[in-house]
Nanobody, 116 residues
């Protein structure tokens, strides 16, 4: 089992920045990829960014050049640095981890609101 705890959401003006954190605990040795997904009201959950245990990164086209995913293995934490935020980035952001058995784990979600 893997537990994920997110933090760092909030209200920010357009053009602003936020950093989300996701701390993993439990059977972290079994994780091979972690990432961030988001879900806006009335929309399906969508991938934002992922990072593998080897450090390979993948981003949704809508956030490329603005968001950066990173990980601190010593702290078992994944970060999402979000710059140049837009109103359309408003959503609940979820941390995700996948293990080698192809099981998915999810955090509780953190609200990001971009509004003036």
């Amino acid at each position: 089992q893997v537990q994920l705890v997110e933090s760092g959401g909030g209200l920010v003006q357009p053009g602003g920045s936020l950093r989300l954190s996701c701390a993993a605990s439990g059977s972290i040795f079994s994780i091979y990829v972690m990432g961030w997904y988001r879900q806006a009201p009335g929309k399906q959950r969508e991938l934002v960014a992922t990072i593998t245990s080897g450090g390979s990164k993948n981003y949704a086209d809508s956030v490329k050049g603005r968001f950066t995913i990173s990980r601190d293995n010593a702290k078992n934490t994944v970060y999402l640095q979000m710059n140049s935020l837009k109103p359309e980035d408003t959503a609940v952001y979820y941390c995700n981890a996948k293990d080698w058995g192809d099981l998915d784990y999810w955090g509780q979600g953190t609200q990001v609101t971009v509004s003036s």
